[in-house]
């Protein structure tokens, strides 16, 4: 079955960056749209950033101008560059397909504090 490894998280602190990665085996990764998902305490997962097979990103509002996603195909690898971090972007990071979400890593975790 499809897998996701997620890797790079870390503590940092207000303002600081941090790029995450995510290693997709059992799929044919460049076929499909991937996502950033990232779960802070208490709340409910959700779809920070996308890419479509062809290379479009889109974000949501909260890390707009922040964040900035890319993929390898030829590493089966999906990337999250994040600047600027604050607090709020303190959660757990995974990776997943857009269109069925399914199979979910372990996910890595992020903390940003002072």
């Known amino acids: 079955q499809v897998q996701f490894v997620e890797s790079g998280g870390g503590l940092v602190q207000p303002g600081e960056s941090l790029r995450v990665s995510c290693v997709a085996s059992?799929?044919?990764?460049?076929?499909?749209?991937m996502g950033w998902y990232r779960q802070a305490p208490g709340r409910q997962r959700e779809l920070v950033a996308r890419?479509?097979?062809?290379?479009?990103?889109n974000y949501a509002e909260s890390v707009k101008d922040r964040f900035t996603i890319s993929r390898d195909n030829n590493k089966n690898t999906l990337y999250l560059q994040m600047n600027n971090l604050t607090p709020e972007d303190t959660a757990v990071y995974y990776c997943?397909?857009?269109?069925?979400?399914?199979?979910w890593g372990q996910g890595t975790q992020v903390t940003v504090s002072s």
């Open positions: 890419i479509t097979d062809a290379g479009a990103t």
């Open positions: 997943n397909t857009v269109a069925s979400p399914d199979h």
């Open positions: 059992r799929i044919v990764f460049s076929a499909y749209w």
